[in-house]
């Protein structure tokens, strides 16, 4: 559970109640959390998935391809029948969902992600 906000006392209230119902501990300041890391400095919060980007692209394979400009060409059409299919469905289902879950910090990529889902 991350607890966020400029009210430390009502933050520090809160944990306690947390404490007495629930065993918790505190991680204190957050840096890393489900693929996306935190940092901050004096202009507020900062997010970034370089690493969950850096391991999707190992377990795909792709560490050592080419880079492709976004978006790609206006009204480009993906089929089925586009490219070598992958031997395991599975895999390509898993690998699109986690390039869904990227466009968190990466909007940049949504488009192209929503062609190949």
């Not at 935190?38 to 202009?43: A, G, I, N, Y």
């Not at 400009?69 to 299919?85: A, I, R, S, Y």
């Not at 992958?86 to 192209?112: C, K, M, N, P």
């Amino acid at each position: 559970m991350i607890i966020t906000g400029d009210d430390k006392s009502g933050i520090s209230s809160l944990q306690q109640y947390l404490n007495q119902h629930f065993e918790m501990k505190d991680l204190d300041c957050l840096s890393y959390f489900l693929g996306l890391e935190f940092s901050q400095d004096s202009e507020g919060y900062h997010l970034s998935q370089a690493r969950y980007a850096s391991d999707f692209l190992s377990r795909a394979g792709i560490t050592d391809c080419k880079t492709e400009l976004t978006p790609p060409e206006v009204n480009c059409k993906l089929t089925p029948l586009d490219g070598t299919p992958l031997e395991d469905a599975t895999l390509y289902r898993q690998l699109v969902g986690s390039l869904v879950y990227l466009t968190v910090t990466r909007h940049d990529i949504a488009y192209i992600v929503h062609k190949v889902s």
